[in-house]
């Protein structure tokens, strides 16, 4: 109990400080339902590169720096397909893109790697993502690209008879979080129901375990980063038509790391909870916190939500390192 | 690895560092023809290219054409080379020092194209005697050429920018009074460029009784949505957006989430070009920004870079980009360059000149109506006029508004208020002559 | 041939330890040095002095920095930039308020400012090691990059929020050109560079490494972890804090918040990579190559008469940058120092190897 204790003060100030502005009265409850639905808007997209983190790490130890640059160049892939073919056909390219991309990077940076320590794989996926943005955009070039899913831009009013000047919301955001609940369910029924899957759970439990059994590493890190590859298509998809497809993508992509950290390496509920609740979290900050803090301060403008993700985590970090629900394998010292 | 790969690799290692010294000791010392040099510092790469692309294009069109048609300027041969600052200063910084001596006589003129860019080049100039222009963009407060006596920012300031667009807003309110009580927010990149216009609001909120509301946006920008949020619960009646590169784009498209009228948004006018609104397609629709050289269009001198540089393959980019906002403002900046040196050629003659007689052409500069239609520029640009005392040369702009697939001129031409301005201007640039220990320039005795 | 240490005989303790034992690296050491302040000035334009021998001398120290917590103390860090910039605001606003304030003493004490940051943002490490802190070190970037943006305070109140400095001048000596800035330079990165070598062969240096190898074990030898990695969050701040410093006032001249974003700590994270984890010498290698390599890469096939357009270009850096990390992490995990050393092992059997 004693060790919970900690987690609980910092969990129960945070709902407490997501709370107050509506508790104090300092907003209108539909304007703060509006923000908590932008957070979660927000946070959806973090965590669909944080799924991408979480895959990998459970099953080859890889904390992959990577995976913005993965969105990335998925998205510039799709993009750019998409102009000369059909959106799906070019999806469906861009899966096959980034197979290969996975089977690549199995071969040439982390077999030679094998049994690195964790700190010398994080500085060759820091390679992979620099190669990666400059391949990208020789091959599909640095402008803006457009990934239009056909969604509705317009913006719709909801609960206008509940609260005053009802609740703006905009289908696109409700889109990508369909997406991204189709996505963890598909995921969770490929982890729970295909060999493979049972597979890929083994190997994230016990690596030698696993490898004793017969299970063959090589090709379940192919299959891992295969499908991390295929969540970086679904988030480069999604991102890509929210913000268009552009370089900037692979670094608001670091976000995920926080993320992560919040919901636990090895857990994909996590890396889904730890996502919303830091789109949450720096919204909520950053609007009824900024302000404040601007006119204490006598600051030049707000923006903490730039480091408020990076911020909760180290605090996080220092009460309950393996996060929401990771698994206690973390060193401590 | 076997000991005999690893002596390839330290050959291989010893190689490129022999190869590395060699190439970066010799290159300065390649022959070259008399030639004016132009350094181009451009951003073909990273969060900006999307804007930076069409400008560098545009630049570079303009210097071929001049060769390829009249054979330079007076005869006096173009070169020039472009350098990638990716809009990072510390790299710009590099390519200012990397370009600075080339060609015959050295750097010509630089247009850094980053107001953090200016910034760090504003105390290097006047050391190595090369004229800055900052062409729209720069440090508003180098108008002051008396302090400042080689930047120049031509054709316009980022604070007759917000003057303008005061203005503007204040004449659809049915007259300047009328602003008292409103709220006018401005959405700011967040760096010396976003916040250059910052004093100068400040003073128009104080004198008309406006209420400011500034919520920058951190480079580079696509993450907007708690911007929009606050715009969503302050509800200013107007909102001033003074983004660039991607920050344009996802600020167009998140007022369009939010709900925002975009017809009581205004853009600077490097928040007018058509990489802006085209990832909004027709939801951009109403959006209107400022534009003060260049709008987009085409006229004669386009033909021109047609005729003489892209028919015969020679384009920097697609022929049909030719004639986009950005385009045409690099054009514009290109022949603010080589206008000035033709002005310092009619006092030093018609052969390669060095950055220091240059700033005095751009000094000098007298571009009236006639002019600009002998040179293929009518419609694209008002006279500019410098001197001494004001090396801006031009106070005037319009407002132009997006009708979903092009833009289009939707007011009359404003002037910048100077009185407002100058006591600003003034001030501004004696602090910086007083941290930097200058000697104003004594103006009535420049001619 | 030329590289032979035999005769040469260490008849004490104080011999055997010397900081170079052989000869003819004292000579070689001791002729790079006359080269570097007599030679270089003669020899290298203007243009070579601005744009790589001087950016490669601070970002040389700043690696050195880095590689002294990553390197030496086994400390992951990817938010070193932000002591960077904690060096570079701090000695900005000593010259700003302190009048008369000697350029050295500033330099010392924004150091010594970088370093108490560098202790707090190092704290994590005592309860989290690896992956974790990196995230820890991210945090450590995010938050500083917004403080100097936002803290109007630490901008002097500029409007614009980028802050420019003035000529420096040292006892009446203006470091107006490149060459004296470059001889300025020098002579920081020599004194501090023989400060971190002998910083690492002492007491302290053997703490750090112990810790890096193996933690646990280190703690039953005596050594105290917390000490050993705030000494080195400490140290390794300080020598970036006066990089930062001289970045700014000696390069830059002015400059804003963004010119200490993520990119350059993760460019001097790639340094230490490249250049070699757990070398001094690695440290200047890597800083030469990652400073050079994009000048090289916009000049050479501009050179063979065949230049690439500048995205493409820069493009091919980053595509490079990130290849060859993976290459030397997989080959030569200890980067180019490695292969010197294997060079002058060589050299010492050349020609009859066998």
């Known amino acids: 109990m004693k060790r919970h204790l900690p987690v609980m003060i910092l969990c129960t100030a945070l709902v407490a400080g997501l709370a107050a502005p509506l508790a104090t009265g300092a907003s209108a409850p539909g304007f703060y339902m509006e923000v908590l639905f932008g957070g979660l808007a927000a946070g959806v997209l973090y965590s669909l590169v944080a799924l991408g983190f979480v895959l990998i790490f459970k099953a080859s130890g890889v904390f992959n720096f990577a995976q913005g640059s993965m969105v990335l160049f998925a998205a510039l892939s799709v993009a750019r397909m998409a102009e000369v073919m059909p959106l799906w056909l070019a999806a469906m390219l861009g899966v096959g893109v980034m197979v290969l991309l996975a ?4 071969r040439l940076v982390l077999r ?21 943005d400059g391949f990208g955009q020789s091959v599909w070039g640095s402008d803006i690209y457009e990934i239009n899913l056909g969604l509705p831009k317009a913006p719709v009013m909801i609960l206008g008879n509940l609260f005053k000047g009802g609740i703006l919301i905009n289908k696109d955001d409700v889109a990508a979080a369909v997406v991204a609940l189709l996505l963890v369910t598909a995921l969770a029924l490929f982890f729970q129901k295909t060999a493979t899957g049972r597979a890929l759970r083994a190997v994230a439990d016990d690596h030698q375990a696993a ?23 679904v988030a480069g998809m999604v991102w890509g038509s929210k913000l268009g497809v552009q370089f900037s993508i692979s670094q608001v992509a670091l976000k995920a790391l926080p993320v992560v950290i919040l919901g636990g390496f090895t857990s994909i509920p996590g890396a889904i909870l730890g996502g919303l609740i830091i789109g949450v979290g720096e919204k909520m900050a950053e609007i009824f916190l900024g302000p404040l803090m601007v006119r204490t301060f006598d600051l030049a403008g707000g923006g903490i939500e730039n480091w408020f993700a990076y911020v909760l985590a180290l605090l996080f970090l220092l009460v309950r390192p393996e996060g929401l629900f990771g698994e206690r394998i973390i060193d401590r010292v | 690895m076997n000991p005999a790969a690893k002596s390839g690799l330290l050959a291989a290692c010893v190689g490129t560092a022999a190869t590395m010294i060699l190439v970066t000791a ?16 451009v951003y073909r790469t990273g969060p900006y290219a999307p804007n930076g692309v069409p400008f560098a294009n545009g630049y570079s069109d303009y210097l071929k054409l001049l060769d390829a048609r009249d054979g330079g300027i007076n005869g006096v041969k173009i070169a020039f080379e472009e350098c990638e600052t990716g809009y990072a200063t510390d790299r710009g910084v590099e390519c200012y020092e990397r370009l600075k001596g080339k060609g015959t006589t050295g750097a010509t003129v630089f247009q850094p194209l980053s107001t953090g860019i200016t910034f760090a080049l504003t105390p290097k100039a006047p050391r190595d005697k090369i004229p800055l222009i900052t062409a729209g963009y720069g440090r508003a407060d180098s108008v002051d050429g008396s302090v400042f006596t080689w930047n120049f920012p031509l054709g316009g300031t980022y604070w007759d920018a917000a003057d303008i667009l005061v203005q503007h807003v204040g004449k659809k309110e049915g007259g300047q009074a009328k602003l008292k009580g409103k709220k006018i927010a401005l959405v700011y990149h967040d760096s010396p460029y976003g916040k250059e216009p910052i004093p100068l609001l400040q003073k128009r909120a104080a004198m008309l009784g406006f209420d400011l509301l500034l919520l920058p946006v951190t480079h580079p920008g696509v993450e907007q949505s708690a911007t929009w949020l606050q715009i969503r619960q302050q509800r200013p009646d107007y909102v001033f957006l003074w983004g660039w590169g991607v920050m344009n784009s996802t600020a167009i498209k998140q007022a369009v989430a939010t709900g925002y009228p975009l017809e009581q948004m205004y853009g600077v006018w490097w928040s007018g070009a058509e990489p802006d609104v085209l990832p909004a397609g027709q939801d951009a629709k109403n959006y209107n920004a400022l534009v003060f050289l260049a709008p987009a269009g085409k006229g004669k001198v386009h033909e021109d870079i047609i005729k003489y540089v892209y028919d015969k393959g020679q384009g920097s980019g697609k022929k049909e980009d030719v004639g986009e906002v950005l385009y045409n403002r690099g054009m514009v900046s290109a022949m603010l360059a080589t206008e000035g040196v033709r002005r310092a050629q009619q006092k030093y003659g018609k052969k390669p000149l060095t950055g220091e007689q240059v700033r005095w052409g751009l000094e000098h500069l007298s571009i009236n109506e006639a002019a600009i239609k002998k040179l293929g520029f009518e419609g694209f640009m008002e006279p500019i006029h410098t001197s001494c005392a004001d090396h801006e040369g031009a106070h005037s702009a319009r407002i132009e508004t997006w009708d979903g697939t092009k833009w289009n001129v939707t007011s009359g031409v404003y002037e910048s208020d100077l009185s407002v301005i100058r006591p600003i201007i003034a001030e501004s640039a004696a602090k910086y002559a007083a941290e930097n220990k200058i000697t104003a320039r004594d103006c009535s005795e420049e001619k | 041939m030329f590289y032979r240490e035999n005769g040469q005989f260490k008849s004490s303790y104080r011999q055997d330890e010397a900081l170079l034992p052989i000869l003819q690296d004292r000579i070689f050491m001791l002729a790079l040095l006359a080269f570097a302040v007599v030679g270089v000035p003669f020899l290298a334009s203007d243009y070579l002095f601005l744009s790589i021998i001087n950016p490669f001398l601070i970002m040389a120290l700043a690696a050195l920095g880095l590689n002294l917590l990553v390197g030496y103390c086994g400390q992951i860090s990817i938010g070193h930039a932000a002591f960077m910039s904690v060096g570079a605001y701090a000695a900005y606003n000593l010259m700003l308020r302190v009048p008369n304030l000697n350029f050295l003493v500033a330099l010392v004490l924004a150091g010594l400012i970088a370093a108490a940051v560098g202790i707090l943002f190092g704290m994590p490490s005592l309860r989290i090691k690896g992956l974790y802190l990196a995230v820890a070190t991210l945090a450590a970037q995010f938050f500083i990059d917004w403080l100097f943006a936002r803290v109007k305070w630490f901008t002097g109140y500029e409007s614009s929020g980028s802050v420019s400095t003035p000529v420096l001048s040292l006892f009446g000596w203006p470091l107006d050109s490149p060459a004296r800035k470059y001889l300025f330079l020098l002579a920081v990165v020599a004194v501090f560079t023989l400060l971190a070598k002998n910083l690492v062969r002492g007491h302290i240096g053997r703490a750090w490494m112990a810790i890096r190898d193996m933690d646990v074990a280190a703690e039953v030898i005596g050594i105290r972890p917390v000490y050993a990695k705030l000494t080195a969050f400490a140290v390794s701040s300080f020598y970036v804090g006066v990089a930062g410093a001289l970045w700014g006032f000696v390069y830059l001249g002015s400059w804003e918040p963004l010119a200490f974003n993520i990119t350059v700590s993760l460019n001097l994270l790639f340094m230490i990579i490249i250049g070699g984890m757990g070398s001094i010498l690695g440290s ?13 890469l916009d000049r050479v096939p501009a050179w063979l008469g065949a230049p690439l357009s500048t995205a493409t270009a820069s493009h091919l850096a980053s595509m490079i940058f990130g290849a060859l990390i993976v290459f030397f992490l997989i080959v030569e995990p200890h980067g180019l120092a490695r292969l010197w050393a294997i060079g002058k092992e060589k050299l010492r059997l050349w020609p009859f190897p066998h």
């Open chain 1, 103 to 106: 089977i690549l990077i199995e």
């Open chain 1, 112 to 132: 030679p790697l094998v049994n690195q320590e964790g700190v010398v794989l994080l500085m060759a996926t820091l390679g992979v993502s620099y190669f990666l």
């Open chain 1, 211 to 233: 490898q004793s059994i017969g299970i063959p590493l090589n090709r379940i890190w192919v299959i891992v980063w295969s499908v991390a590859g295929i969540v970086a298509v």
């Open chain 2, 26 to 41: 010799s290159a300065p010392v390649l022959a070259q023809a008399k030639e004016q040099f132009f350094p181009e510092l």
């Open chain 3, 284 to 296: 200047f290698f890597g800083a030469l190559f990652i400073v050079a390599l994009p000048i090289v």
